[in-house]
């Protein structure tokens, strides 16, 4: 990667870190923290409040990035970002859970996530653009294990209502990020792997492969979202103070970091990723189960926990690189919105059920509705076509006409190890996917040279 290509990477992953952020800090602390204001004895509320954020950033995320595209990317995630801020400061000076409620809301309309991927794949050669992409998904991996912990200590020195104002601050500061770091992209123009094809829509919904995935970060974040209406008040009911609810976090997700990056380099590179994948639903079940039976309990909360986030992490690594091996060359933007979408969809029914069912018929109901998620997602799951043993490589062909690009497609598929191809003329990029085990690299770049010329 180009210099320019690192500092466009760096500060795009750290305007969706400081975003994430905002979402993340409160979930350990929030379900405490509601019990003090007006209406927020109710847990129905509280899951509300919680999920609030992923219905607007549902209806926000795809017609954000199509926007960026005809009145300018910067303008869009500013735009964003001063939304997002406005709703943290809304919610830190929210004076009953209605308002903060609202607050969330208006967080997560700043939906800029779609407008970001598009501004990361502007900025980066197509060569480099998956490395870029996985660069800041790590960081948000990053951020949400560093808020579980981050989240009660900044709890006990400026509260809640301080959490949602630094959220605000850091919000104002991305914008700075977004004016002054950020390279300006030198042309913008749609992407077919980073950016929602609205004339894809259907070929993506009606892939059974890619909605069992979209059912499973839909379920997945429904639980989670669910879970953190319950958690915090049963840690402070099984006795352990609410400033010292880092001290479960922490170790929990080390070690179920430990745990999980050997199975994700097992199942890469033996190709044994559908039963690293259907253990992970499965042992998700388990711990769900575990919540259910020993909510009640300091170390039956800790231990389903440990076996939670190993489950969790392996899961939210995954499940994007299933989408890109299972989805179309040509919809992979198209498959990855819908996902990011069902993602969100999940984060808000999540906390409304879960918040539900809490206040009508008790904390182990809420588990109980978990459990029959994860077991609804370990069936799907069962009967998954298993993920080929492939990775994708992108190329700038320049533009060329249809007739070429048909031509070119059909030179490069009958290489060996290309599994697909395809060769998009207005963009001048070619995408393939090729076997992990070897593929004709050097006949693909010859090819790919002498179109260019």
Same mark, same amino acid.
């Given at each position: 990667?180009?210099?320019?290509?690192?500092?466009?990477?760096?500060?795009?992953?750290?305007?969706?870190?400081?975003?994430?952020?905002?979402?993340?800090?409160?979930?350990?602390?929030?379900?405490?923290? /509601?019990?003090?204001?007006?209406?927020?004895?109710?847990?129905? $509320?509280?899951?509300?409040?919680?999920?609030?954020?992923?219905? #607007?950033?549902?209806?926000?995320?795809?017609?954000?990035?199509?926007?960026?595209?005809?009145?300018?990317? +910067?303008?869009?995630?500013?735009?964003?970002?001063?939304?997002?801020?406005?709703?943290?400061?809304?919610?830190?000076?929210?004076?009953?859970? !209605?308002? #903060?409620?609202?607050?969330?809301?208006?967080?997560?309309?700043?939906?800029?996530?779609?407008?970001?991927?598009?501004?990361?794949?502007?900025?980066?050669?197509?060569?480099?653009?998956?490395?870029?992409?996985?660069?800041?998904?790590?960081?948000?991996?990053?951020?949400?294990?560093?808020?579980?912990?981050?989240?009660?200590?900044?709890?006990?020195?400026?509260?809640?209502?301080?959490?949602?104002?630094? #959220?605000?601050?850091?919000?104002?500061?991305?914008?700075?990020?977004?004016?002054?770091?950020?390279?300006?992209?030198?042309?913008?123009?749609?992407?077919?792997?980073?950016?929602?094809?609205?004339?894809?829509?259907?070929?993506?919904?009606?892939?059974?492969?890619?909605?069992?995935?979209?059912?499973?970060?839909?379920?997945?974040?429904?639980?989670?979202? /669910?879970?953190?209406?319950?958690?915090?008040?049963?840690? +402070?009911?099984?006795?352990?103070? /609410?400033?010292?609810?880092? /001290?479960? !976090? $922490?170790?929990?997700?080390?070690?179920?970091?430990?745990?999980?990056?050997?199975?994700?380099?097992?199942?890469? +590179?033996?190709?044994?990723?559908?039963?690293?994948?259907?253990?992970?639903?499965?042992?998700?079940?388990?711990?769900?189960?575990?919540?259910?039976?020993?909510?009640?309990?300091?170390?039956?909360?800790?231990?389903?926990?440990?076996?939670?986030?190993?489950?969790?992490?392996?899961?939210?690594?995954?499940?994007?690189?299933?989408?890109?091996?299972?989805?179309?060359?040509?919809?992979?933007?198209?498959?990855?919105?819908?996902?990011?979408?069902?993602?969100?969809?999940? $984060?808000?029914?999540?906390?409304?059920?879960?918040?539900?069912?809490?206040?009508? !018929?008790?904390?182990?109901?809420?588990?109980?509705?978990?459990?029959?998620?994860?077991?609804?997602?370990?069936?799907?799951?069962?009967?998954?076509?298993?993920?080929?043993?492939?990775? #994708?490589?992108?190329?700038?062909?320049?533009?060329?006409?249809?007739?070429?690009?048909?031509?070119?497609?059909?030179?490069?598929?009958?290489?060996?190890?290309?599994?697909?191809?395809?060769?998009?003329?207005?963009?001048?990029?070619?995408?393939?996917?090729?076997?992990?085990?070897?593929?004709?690299?050097?006949?693909?770049?010859?090819?790919?040279?002498?179109?260019?010329?």
């Amino acid at each position: 990667m180009t210099r320019a290509e690192k500092r466009a990477t760096s500060g795009l992953a750290a305007i969706f870190g400081l975003r994430m952020l905002g979402m993340f800090l409160i979930l350990p602390v929030f379900a405490l923290y /509601a019990e003090h204001l007006p209406g927020g004895n109710n847990h129905t $509320l509280v899951g509300l409040a919680l999920g609030m954020y992923g219905l #607007t950033q549902a209806l926000f995320m795809i017609p954000f990035g199509m926007a960026s595209d005809r009145i300018g990317r +910067k303008k869009v995630i500013i735009f964003g970002l001063v939304v997002f801020a406005l709703g943290s400061f809304v919610a830190a000076a929210a004076t009953d859970i !209605y308002w #903060t409620i609202f607050g969330r809301a208006l967080q997560g309309a700043g939906a800029v996530s779609a407008a970001v991927t598009a501004m990361l794949a502007d900025l980066t050669r197509e060569e480099h653009r998956t490395k870029a992409m996985a660069i800041i998904g790590s960081s948000i991996g990053v951020t949400f294990a560093l808020s579980l912990v981050a989240g009660p200590a900044l709890n006990r020195v400026i509260g809640v209502p301080g959490i949602f104002a630094l #959220t605000g601050m850091l919000a104002l500061a991305a914008i700075w990020v977004v004016r002054v770091w950020v390279p300006d992209p030198a042309n913008s123009h749609f992407h077919a792997d980073a950016q929602a094809n609205p004339a894809r829509l259907k070929d993506v919904l009606r892939n059974g492969q890619l909605l069992r995935l979209n059912f499973g970060i839909f379920a997945l974040h429904a639980a989670q979202m /669910a879970m953190f209406v319950v958690v915090p008040v049963a840690l +402070k009911n099984s006795g352990l103070a /609410a400033d010292h609810h880092w /001290a479960v !976090y $922490l170790p929990v997700l080390l070690g179920s970091f430990v745990l999980m990056v050997p199975a994700i380099i097992y199942g890469e +590179k033996r190709g044994r990723m559908k039963p690293v994948f259907v253990g992970a639903v499965a042992l998700m079940l388990l711990a769900q189960i575990g919540l259910a039976v020993g909510i009640d309990y300091l170390w039956g909360i800790v231990w389903a926990l440990f076996f939670y986030f190993v489950a969790f992490n392996l899961l939210e690594a995954s499940l994007p690189s299933l989408i890109s091996k299972l989805a179309p060359a040509s919809a992979k933007g198209t498959a990855m919105g819908v996902y990011n979408t069902s993602q969100a969809l999940g $984060l808000f029914f999540g906390g409304v059920v879960g918040g539900w069912l809490a206040q009508h !018929y008790g904390f182990h109901v809420v588990f109980i509705f978990c459990v029959v998620l994860m077991a609804m997602w370990l069936l799907a799951t069962l009967s998954m076509t298993p993920p080929p043993a492939i990775k #994708t490589r992108m190329f700038n062909v320049g533009v060329m006409p249809e007739d070429q690009a048909a031509l070119l497609k059909m030179q490069l598929v009958g290489l060996a190890g290309v599994v697909e191809a395809v060769v998009l003329a207005e963009e001048g990029v070619a995408m393939l996917k090729v076997s992990i085990r070897g593929w004709d690299e050097a006949g693909a770049r010859s090819l790919l040279e002498a179109a260019a010329i």
